[in-house]
């Protein structure tokens, strides 16, 4: 009886060593989204074909005085809907990543859109991200909760950030 338990003490301690590994390895944090949600992001992926799989996911960064940027965090966008607390007027730096895997090809990629974003104050922002048959795309839109109209958000680089 003891043989057992020592044996199965030693496999969990194996796969939570290899997956505590795996999840530092990747580099990757969960975004701590602890602000009100101004941003929402509708996401559609659909990779064509039965045989592989699109995932996405946005990767969130402050934008420091000197242009810079501090990876803050990722938040995996599972769902058709979720949202997001960006720091109102405050710059960051948003990249949505689109990664793609062939089952029988066996193999993998990405591709990734970014952009310098500026919430402002009392404002919501739509954004959609699409990946249909090889074909990505992202929308931001900027709407006022108590105002009709709203404005589509030009996506920046990073190297504009000296211009805010």
Known sequence: MSIFITNTSRYIAVILLAAGLLTGCSGLRPYPDTL???????????????????????????????????????????????????????????????????????????????????????YVYDVKVSYIDDIYNVDIRETHPRKSASRTIELKDLSSCSSH
């Open 36 to 122: 009100p949600g101004n941003m929402r992001i509708v996401t559609e992926t659909d990779s064509g074909s039965v045989f592989s799989k699109v995932r996405a996911a946005v990767d969130i960064y402050s934008v420091n005085p000197d242009c810079t940027t501090d990876y803050e965090g990722t938040v995996q966008l599972n769902g058709p809907s979720i949202e997001v607390g960006i720091p109102p007027g405050k710059l960051s730096y948003t990249v949505f990543v689109f990664s793609n895997s062939s089952f029988l090809a066996n193999s993998r990629s990405s591709i990734s859109h970014a952009t310098l974003l500026k919430p402002r104050a009392g």
